[in-house]
């Protein structure tokens, strides 16, 4: 179901919206719809995809105390090369 919805949006905006709507097919409606519903529904692509080389350092650290994540990245670093 549709409803109408006013806004108050900047002048440039309205005209650089219009522009990109036409140049790629759709109407600004979509386009304001579209990205409404992006920011409000998480999507599980983004839950679920994390790149490769994020996912192996996850659980690699161990932080049990109160410091700086750098400062504990930093002195594993630190074991791990001079033991």
Known sequence: MSAKLTL???ES???D???YAQKS???VSQLVESYLK???KPSKKRKSKL???IK???GA???DDQRDYKEIIIEAIWDKYNK
Do not use: Q, Y
């Open 13 to 15: 905006v309205i005209r």
């Open 56 to 58: 192996r350092w996850h």
């Open 17 to 19: 919206a219009k522009e």
């Open 8 to 10: 108050s949006i900047d």
């Open 38 to 40: 992006a920011i409000t």
């Open 25 to 27: 097919g759709r109407s």
């Open 61 to 63: 650290f161990k932080n």
């Open 51 to 53: 790149p490769p080389h």
